[in-house]
């Protein structure tokens, strides 16, 4: 099936109208028409084939809310018209421990991610959301009970929402914890609403003045300017959690020196270059650690999405029609988006 989509045939050329083809549904597929998609900055990385590996044409989006249009003979559990959402993966071995775990995430023979992952549908990798339809296999396939005017804020929960939730859900985030989110963008004011509505105690992190009424708003209880020497200090040795979101390479001592005893940094941004080595006496002499977490399994991103949905959270976004994708990456790299551009898919038949 011919479809429309926005991609890119090589790292130095711009995103442009292209015909793509999907596969005709499966016996266990569901197709969905794509009504929004976010752009997260993988995207951005991906295309431009900042991280190794790209395959051209590249069709990104993995943030994706639309509608089923059609189900295979053998799917429950979906039917035409169901509001669905498809976040960062596609595919993955279901019979490896982590699969078994329902951490598909972590598959440990590779999980294909929804685009730039390799498939045995032409062209021989998976092309993303940046489309007008998509065609999953059902086990990756999410409802979403977000009422219908807020489905374009719901787009990105599928990769900044669940990058956040998960962490804060492993690290066991709720009522009598003091959790720290450095950096307020896509990631980090989805962090700091998540954290709020679990019950803890916030504190922001942000480089900017500029910026503590907004992480106010999204509901932290403190908001501190990292290179506040004095406001930093005041908080050593407090947090249970720090979720640092922030993907340039920077020293994470400031931020360890601030957790508890058996306190835990967790990072979910990758910088371009390493973080410098941190300190490791901040480390030893409280049982610190340091840790990563990617986004969650198929149940937890499910889990995130029913949280949100009762909580009434979505993200911060700018819609935007799909003929603005490369000004929004330019505007991105400056930081100039509060928080998570949006594609109105509908813009692709124009």
Partial sequence: ?????????????????????????????????????GVCHSDLH??????????????????????????GSDVTGFKVGDTVGI?????????????????????ENGMVGTYNGRTKDAPGHTLGGYSQRIV???????????????????AP??????????????????????VGVVGIGGLGHMGVKLAHAMGAHVVAFTTSENKRQAALDLGADEVVVSRNAAEMKAHASSFDLILNTVAASHSLDAYTALLKRD?????????????????????IFKRRAIAGSMIGGIAETQEMLDFCAEKGIVSDIEMIPVQKINDAYERMLKGDVKYRFVIDSSTLAG
């Fill in 136 to 154: 999953v296999d059902r086990k990756f396939v999410l409802k979403i009970h977000h009422p219908e005017d807020q489905l374009a804020a719901v």
């Fill in 46 to 71: 991906t295309v431009r084939s900042e991280w190794s590996g790209t395959l051209y044409p590249c069709v990104p989006g993995h943030e994706i809310v639309g509608h089923v249009s059609a189900v």
């Fill in 87 to 107: 976040g960062c993966m596609v595919g993955s071995c279901q019979h490896c421990a982590s699969c078994e775990e329902g951490l598909e995430q972590y598959c």
């Fill in 263 to 283: 306190g835990t940094l967790v990072l979910v941004g990758v910088p371009e270059h390493p973080h410098p080595t941190p300190n490791i006496g901040n480390l």
């Fill in 157 to 178: 929960l599928l990769c900044a929402g669940i990058t956040t939730y998960s962490p804060l859900r492993r690290w066991n985030v709720g009522p009598g914890k003091k």
């Fill in 1 to 37: 099936m011919t479809t429309k989509a926005y991609g890119a045939h090589a790292a130095d050329k711009p995103l442009q109208a292209i015909d793509i083809e999907r596969r005709a549904p499966g016996s266990q597929d569901v197709q969905i028409d794509i009504a929004y998609c």
